[in-house]
């Protein structure tokens, strides 16, 4: 398998070289952050003339680093390797095996020639941490499974095939090491069960196991389906499960967001621009794991191409909403406010995209229920209608844009066309 080369992230860590911040970088275990950093990063840093004995690259879950999991050990080792007024680059994956790394981090960031980056697994070390762990002087770097765009570059086989892969197994990039169907699907159900599952458990001191995972079983089930936690809770009852509260399903769901198994949505009103507090929509941040929750029993393309799109506008730094647009109309003499929905509303900075995922657009009444909400709209921005099938760019008479998935997902600039 060749090395996958992470650009994306890559340059998010060069654009913050030296910025004064502890550079933090999470997201979901196994998707690549410690390679990220102790291979890509590091070789990077060589390359521009970093001498490698300023670069400080300590694994802390390695048996052979153990003593320094002692933060005073670990204060000392790196003080004592940092004499010189030159820059260092202090790499620490798995901080979280340090008792009070916080202060040991902010200890160490006031030291003007000390450059540090860290990462750390799930269970002790979430983004919502961030915030209160260093004061405002984290600087986090969000890393994500693969993309289409990263699996195909290390993918043996056309990209149909690739597509068929991506959207069935995930894109954590030890599926690409996997030869056998057998092997990645054990892969990823002892990943979510030994590692996701227990790490959840274990934080957040979870009792009624049964509960997380009835409750992540639902939300799976009905991916990309607006929901709010009082409706999970009224799931359970109707299927016969007792009653648990929607606080404890809301706990819960906010524990699995943590984890970043699974992404929140929420809804914006277009033209009212505001948000709405509910329903919204939850996606998998690995549709691989989702499937092998399931036991790869429901494989709904459509609703997995859905979460794909969503992810890849992750990862290329958009926030991402469900947005919904609001008109009236006239029904047996009475007027009635109707409510259409956006699949995406995607933002960043002055850029604004709307776009519509469709399986497929048969005909010209599929084409008007697609376009019905985007034409809605009243600004200028672009939209778009992505569908499944190969098909060349074109727009419609409204000058909505209709384009393929994969032409979307391998293009990194495939929305500014």
């Given at each position: 398998?060749?090395t ?12 913050r ?11 979901i ?7 990220l950093?102790?291979?890509?990063y ?5 390359k ?13 879950d390695?048996e052979?680093?153990e ?5 005073t ?8 390797r ?13 901080i979280?095996?340090?008792?009070g ?8 960031n006031r ?20 915030i ?5 002087r ?14 195909c570059?290390?993918?043996e086989?056309?990209?149909?095939e690739?597509?068929k892969?991506?959207s ?15 092997q990645?699907?054990?892969y990823?159900?002892?990943l ?9 458990v ?34 359970f009852q ?28 929420l ?11 509910t ?31 969503y ?17 009236n ?8 406010r ?33 376009q019905e ?15 499944r ?22 293009n990194q ?5």
């Amino acid at each position: 398998m060749n090395t996958i080369q992470r650009n994306i992230y890559l340059n998010r860590l060069i654009d913050r070289r030296e910025n004064g911040m502890i550079k933090v970088i999470t997201g979901i275990r196994r998707c690549g952050k410690s390679f990220l950093l102790f291979n890509l990063y590091y070789q990077y840093l060589l390359k521009i003339g970093v001498d490698a004995s300023h670069i400080l690259a300590i694994p802390l879950d390695d048996e052979s680093y153990e003593e320094l999991k002692d933060k005073t050990k670990l204060r000392e080792f790196i003080c004592n390797r940092t004499k010189d007024s030159g820059m260092y680059y202090i790499f620490l994956d798995e901080i979280q095996l340090v008792k009070g790394f916080e202060g040991l981090l902010n200890g160490l960031n006031r030291n003007t020639n000390l450059d540090i980056y860290v990462t750390g697994s799930n269970s002790k070390f979430l983004s919502s941490d961030i915030i209160t762990e260093f004061r405002g002087r984290g600087d986090e770097v969000r890393v994500y499974p693969l993309s289409f765009s990263e699996f195909c570059s290390s993918f043996e086989g056309n990209e149909n095939e690739a597509w068929k892969e991506f959207s069935l197994y995930g894109s954590l990039p030890m599926i690409l090491s996997l030869k056998r169907k057998e092997q990645k699907a054990n892969y990823l159900k002892t990943l979510f069960q030994k590692v996701y599952m227990s790490d959840i458990v274990d934080r957040n001191n979870i009792r009624d196991i049964d509960v997380l995972e009835r409750l992540l079983q639902f939300t799976a089930s009905a991916l990309g389906s607006l929901t709010n936690p009082l409706k999970l809770a009224n799931t359970f009852q109707s299927l016969g499960y007792g009653r648990v509260s929607d606080n404890t399903v809301r706990f819960y769901l906010q524990c699995l967001e943590d984890a970043f198994v699974i992404e929140k949505a929420l809804q914006y009103n277009v033209k009212g621009k505001k948000y709405l507090s509910t329903p919204f929509k939850y996606y998998f941040t690995d549709v691989g794991l989702r499937n092998a929750f399931l036991n790869f029993r429901q494989y709904e393309e459509t609703h997995l191409m859905e979460n794909i799109i969503y992810n890849e506008l992750l990862i290329r730094g958009y926030s991402v909403d469900v947005g919904i647009v609001e008109h009236n109309i006239n029904q047996n003499g009475k007027k009635i406010r109707k409510r259409l929905e956006i699949d995406f509303v995607c933002n960043q900075g002055s850029e604004r995209y709307y776009l519509q995922s469709a399986f497929a657009i048969p005909d010209q009444e599929k084409l008007k229920q697609e376009q019905e909400s985007l034409i809605r709209i009243e600004d200028s921005f672009k939209k778009f209608i992505i569908v499944r099938e190969d098909t060349p760019l074109w727009r419609t008479e409204q000058g909505i844009t209709v384009m393929g998935i994969k032409d979307f997902l391998l293009n990194q600039n495939s929305l500014k066309v």
